[in-house]
């Protein structure tokens, strides 16, 4: 099974922070690495798909980047909506895997 | 818009079930079948990440996680536009939030279900 690591595993930041997360892979996923947002009792929502392209309705504050191992979910300016945890999924291996999440909490 | 629910029981008792769960996942806003895309299970045992259970086609061929394989079916009824998961030999460790999405391609999961939550428990 391909093995996807997020960190940090949790962060806090304030609303207008510039917010990194960072999904490595112990192997090449090329493009395939898609990035969702869990909020408490909810299902995931997808935000990005494929590296780096959004979703319609997700705001052009999230952005993705990365190739091959290392991949990057940004928000630019956080919102008080954003807080939430947030995984990646890989679809390049069977079985298609999800890091471990990351929590951005409120500082 | 898109819509996709779960529905089955939330508690499991094995001795009264064979040890098996099932649930179904009923489509609404689009065909099923119409549209050619693939259907997938996800699972989410409280308090931890997201595991993919497996994906039906349209045409009913099946794709399952190597490690639940033995024990997962995964069927579509293009007549009642739904989905379902059967799990065999059910336990404790199978205690989590199921959910149905979407899966274009098999590439990522676009539309999701609200989720369900199954026990297992005697």
């Known amino acids: 099974d391909i093995r996807l690591t997020q960190s940090p595993s949790s962060l806090a930041a304030s609303v207008g922070d510039r917010v990194t997360v960072t999904c490595r892979a112990d192997?090449?996923?090329?493009?395939?690495l898609n990035w969702y947002q869990q909020r408490p009792g909810k299902a995931p929502k997808l935000l990005i798909s494929?590296?780096?392209n959004l979703q319609s309705g997700v705001p052009s504050r999230f952005s993705g980047s990365g190739s091959e191992t290392e991949f990057t979910l940004t928000i630019s300016s956080l919102q008080p909506e954003d807080f939430a945890i947030y995984y990646c999924?890989?679809?390049?291996?069977?079985?298609?895997?999800f890091g471990q999440g990351t929590k951005v909490d409120i500082k | 818009q898109l819509q996709l629910q779960e529905s089955g029981p939330g508690l499991v008792k094995p001795s009264e079930t064979l040890e098996t769960l099932s649930l179904t996942c009923i489509v609404s806003?689009?065909?099923?079948?119409?549209?050619?895309?693939?259907w997938g299970w996800i699972r989410q045992p409280p308090g931890k990440s997201l595991e993919w259970i497996g994906t039906?086609?349209?045409?009913?061929?099946?794709y399952y996680n190597p490690s639940l394989k033995s024990r997962v079916a995964i069927s579509i009824d293009a007549s009642k536009n739904q989905f379902s998961l059967t799990l065999s030999s059910v336990t404790a460790a199978d205690t989590a939030v199921y959910f149905c999405a979407r899966h274009p391609s098999r590439f990522y999961f676009d539309y999701w279900g609200q989720g369900t939550l199954v026990t297992v428990s005697s």
């Open positions: 806003g689009d065909s099923i079948s119409s549209s050619a895309y693939y």
């Open positions: 999924q890989q679809s390049y291996g069977t079985p298609q895997t």
């Open positions: 039906v086609y349209y045409s009913g061929s099946t």
């Open positions: 494929l590296v780096s």
């Open positions: 192997q090449s996923v090329g493009a395939y």
